[in-house]
C-alpha cells in the first residue's frame, strides 16, 4: 500500500511539473464559512435505517376511502367551474 502511495504522489508531481496536473484551488471565503469543516457522510458499510411496517388492511382500506372521496370532491369541483368560452367560426 505504501509503495502504491509513493508511486502515485510520484506520478502526480511529474504530471503537475509538465502541466498536465493542476493543484486545486483555494475555496472562496464563503464557501468555506457556509460550509461545515467535516462533512458527514454515511460510512459504507452501515445498516440500512429500519423500514416502516406495512398497513393493516383496515388501514389500507380507510387510505382508500379517503382517496376516492377526495378524487371525487376534486372531480365535483372541476365540474362546476366556469368553462372558458371558445372563440366560433
Known amino acids: 500500500m505504501a509503495v502504491a502511495a509513493g508511486a502515485l504522489a510520484g ?7 509538465t502541466g498536465f496536473a493542476t493543484e ?6 464563503f464557501i468555506a464559512q457556509t460550509r461545515p469543516a467535516t462533512l458527514e457522510y454515511v ?3 452501515t445498516a440500512a435505517p429500519e423500514r416502516t411496517k406495512p398497513k393493516t388492511a383496515d388501514e389500507v382500506k ?3 376511502a379517503e ?3 377526495l378524487r371525487k370532491r376534486h ?6 367551474a366556469p368553462r372558458a368560452k371558445t372563440p366560433t367560426n
Request: proline letters at 11%.
Open 11 to 17: 506520478c502526480q508531481s511529474v504530471a503537475r511539473s
Open 24 to 29: 486545486a484551488p483555494q475555496r472562496p471565503d
Open 43 to 45: 460510512p459504507v458499510g
Open 62 to 64: 380507510r387510505a382508500e
Open 67 to 69: 382517496l376516492e372521496a
Open 75 to 80: 372531480a365535483a369541483q372541476a365540474g362546476a
